[in-house]
């Protein structure tokens, strides 16, 4: 049997790891290469990494780290964050990331995930969707709409026909963050993820909100979710991931105790 | 020394890096007369079965690789260069290598994990080896260990070949081949400390090999 995955969530602007609340007032707590080695050797079964650099000269330093993390850390990584082209796609991965995650560029062209698909297969390509709860209406009748720009942009998608086009389109996995449960530490929102995971037969990555172990058990149990994105919880030093996995055992889910 | 082989068609660099972080001497190479004098190979495989193919056959390398092969030069297998042994691929309707009998399947989507759920599929993350056979390449790793599988397709060899089997819904075999001849489903080269060492044995049974001849 599968084990449920654990991974944090870096954040990287300029070449440092960052966290922000929502989307906004972010501030630098510290080195990510050195971070993510310390959450490989706690056991985290995987590691995201997100440019929000702006410029492209802080682009260079963020394949850098990329491929620093590379040289240092033997467990699966994925990056995102201005994967526009298949060419962005080549530069991450060439500089050592398993997986590539689209979002705001697969909306404005959701061919990026078939031709990245097509160039590297699909289980490189993880569709990275933030989703705004709104009301239920004829666009969005499962009231849950598909949000860009960190949040700042709808996009008039319904989240679950956005997810089943991913899908269809090649994406390997779909990595689902609520905008409303960002940051706020109240545990991930159970009903999105339980419904996106029910129209899709891609492992589903359950971001947001993650504010202590149950509601990570929760998002494998009640909302079927593969695996739950943390960040603060552990970039805080609130948990360890061992502490965090070993909570989540005790409640009878599969998770990778020995590594 | 250790080849990696270099068919355009892999993660080769992925695997260096586990390499060289493990302090073992390695290349990456399509040169078939540094294939010959390393003291094994590494055949690391991402993506297509069918386009993996087409890279070794338009270079001659399936040829060189089944030589190497047949003069019992070890060599590991990885991900799709486990696939690529057997004779024949679901995917893409694929003639593969024919080194070791058997075929490799696309996952049955009504297979259902032990809580009744249907499998997802790719297989994306971490599970267990049951090991059918003693086999070199598990040394020291303990049997709790969990390796990282991303595959949409599985392989089905002869039941003779078959060394370790994961449960994902039904058990399937996910290390088969024969002493030397390895052949893992998973990526050890981003498995961890028991990925680390399962490279490291191989490592070490090359060095034994070759010291044996």
């Excluded at chain 2, 449960?167 to 030397?180: A, I, K, L, Q």
Aim: charged content about 25%; proline content about 4%; some cysteine.
């Amino acid at each position: 049997m599968l084990s449920k995955r654990i991974i944090p969530c870096l954040d990287v602007r300029n070449g440092k790891l960052t966290k922000g609340v929502k989307f906004k007032d972010n501030v630098d707590i510290g080195d990510p290469v050195e971070t993510a080695r310390h959450y490989y050797e706690q056991g985290a079964d995987e590691i995201v990494f997100y440019d929000i650099t702006a410029s492209s000269e802080g682009r260079g330093i963020f394949l850098d780290v990329v491929e620093r993390v590379a040289s240092q850390i033997f467990i699966p990584f994925s990056v995102g964050g201005g994967i526009n082209t298949v060419a962005d796609m080549r530069a991450v991965l060439l500089a050592g990331a398993e997986k590539v995650s689209v979002n705001s560029g697969a909306v404005k062209n959701p061919d990026i995930i078939s031709e990245g698909a097509a160039a590297f297969g699909a289980q490189c390509v993880v569709l990275g969707m933030d989703v705004k709860r709104v009301d239920k209406s004829e666009a969005i009748p499962s009231g849950f709409e598909v949000v860009i720009h960190g949040g700042r942009k709808f996009t008039g998608l319904d989240a679950l026909e956005w997810a089943k086009t991913g899908e269809a389109l090649g994406a390997g996995e779909i990595c689902l963050n609520s905008i409303d449960a960002d940051g706020t530490k109240d545990g991930y929102d159970l009903e999105l993820t339980r419904l996106v995971c029910e129209s899709v037969r891609i492992p589903v990555i359950a971001s947001g909100g993650a504010g202590n172990p149950q509601h990570m058990a929760d998002a494998f149990t009640k909302g079927k979710a593969s695996a739950a994105l943390i960040a603060s919880i552990v970039h805080y030093g609130e948990y360890t991931i061992r502490q965090i996995k070993e909570q989540i055992a005790d409640q009878g889910v599969r998770m990778r105790m020995v590594w | 020394m250790l080849a990696i082989l270099d068919y355009k068609a892999g993660n080769q660099t992925s695997v260096r890096r586990a390499l060289d972080h493990l302090g073992i001497k390695n290349l990456i190479t399509n040169d078939p007369d540094v294939l010959a004098k390393a003291d094994g190979i590494i055949f690391p495989g991402v993506g297509a079965a069918g386009q993996a193919m087409d890279e070794l056959t338009s270079g001659g390398l399936d040829e060189v690789l089944k030589a190497l092969i047949w003069q019992e030069k070890p060599l590991l297998g990885i991900c799709v260069g486990c696939q690529i042994l057997l004779d024949y691929c679901e995917e893409n309707d694929t003639r593969t290598l024919a080194v070791i009998p058997g075929e490799c399947r696309l996952f049955n989507p009504s297979w259902s994990e032990e809580d009744g759920t249907p499998i997802r599929v790719p297989h994306m993350g971490w599970n267990r080896v049951v090991l059918k056979k003693d086999c070199a390449l598990f040394k020291d790793i303990p049997a709790e260990a969990e390796f990282y599988f991303v595959h949409s397709y599985h392989p089905a060899p002869k039941a003779e070949f078959i060394i370790g089997e994961t449960n994902y819904g039904e058990h399937f075999c996910s290390v088969h081949g024969r002493t030397g001849l390895w052949a893992v489903q998973f990526h050890p080269e981003k498995s961890g400390t028991p990925g680390l060492t399962l490279l490291k044995n191989f490592h070490e049974y090359c060095l034994e090999a070759q010291n044996a001849q």
